[in-house]
Structures are given as C-alpha cells and as structure tokens.
C-alpha cells in the first residue's frame, strides 16, 4: 500500500506572486485543507516562479498540471472544496495553459 498523497499543490512562492499576497493564501489554503480534514489527501509546496507572473498570484496542481492564476481567498476555498474535494477542477480561475479535461 502506497502511502502517496492523492494531490500535491504548489503555491508559488516567487517575488510577484510572494508581493502579490502568497504568504496569506497559504495559511488559507492550510486552514480549508483542515477544515475539510484533507490533509492526509493533500500535500502542499511553496515552488519556485511558475512562469505566469503577470497572473499573480498562482499555484498548481498534481495531477494534472492545473493552473490557477490571480488567486483570492474565495478562489482558493473553491479550489479546495470543489478541485480537490469533489475532484472537479474550478474552470473559472485556471490559467489559459492549463490541462483542461
Ligand atoms: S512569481 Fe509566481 S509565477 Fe512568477
């Protein structure tokens, strides 16, 4: 038996998204992941620049990619409930580049 988290989500932590708030919709996006008693389904990084920095702020998700961009707080708790969840990723907030199924 694999002990292998179902989803791994990468907050960017580079300069513009770290300006453009990360630091907040991290504790965020930690608190939904508890609320929702996710956290042994979810395993959460800070990565390095994700390339879409005129989107700020982003992350991703595996598996996938899927790329959510121009993050807020209310994004994020969707992302949560509805992306990783009810696996059922949040269309309005993905970056134009992302996998879409
Ligand atoms: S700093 Fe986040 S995409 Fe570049």
């Given at each position: 038996m694999s002990d292998e988290k179902q989803y791994r989500v990468y907050l960017c932590g580079g300069s513009s998204c770290t300006a453009c708030g990360r630091d907040a919709l991290l504790r965020v996006l930690e608190d939904e992941l508890w609320a929702w008693e996710l956290e042994s389904e979810v395993e959460v990084y800070v990565s390095g620049c994700q390339d879409h920095c005129d989107y700020s702020p982003n992350l991703k998700i595996w598996p996938g990619p899927y790329q959510y961009k121009a993050l807020t707080t209310e994004a994020i708790k969707k992302i949560v409930e509805q992306?990783?969840?009810?696996?059922?990723?949040?269309?309005?907030?993905?970056?134009?580049s992302s996998h879409r199924r």
């Amino acid at each position: 038996m694999s002990d292998e988290k179902q989803y791994r989500v990468y907050l960017c932590g580079g300069s513009s998204c770290t300006a453009c708030g990360r630091d907040a919709l991290l504790r965020v996006l930690e608190d939904e992941l508890w609320a929702w008693e996710l956290e042994s389904e979810v395993e959460v990084y800070v990565s390095g620049c994700q390339d879409h920095c005129d989107y700020s702020p982003n992350l991703k998700i595996w598996p996938g990619p899927y790329q959510y961009k121009a993050l807020t707080t209310e994004a994020i708790k969707k992302i949560v409930e509805q992306h990783l969840l009810n696996n059922t990723p949040v269309a309005e907030h993905l970056a134009d580049s992302s996998h879409r199924r």
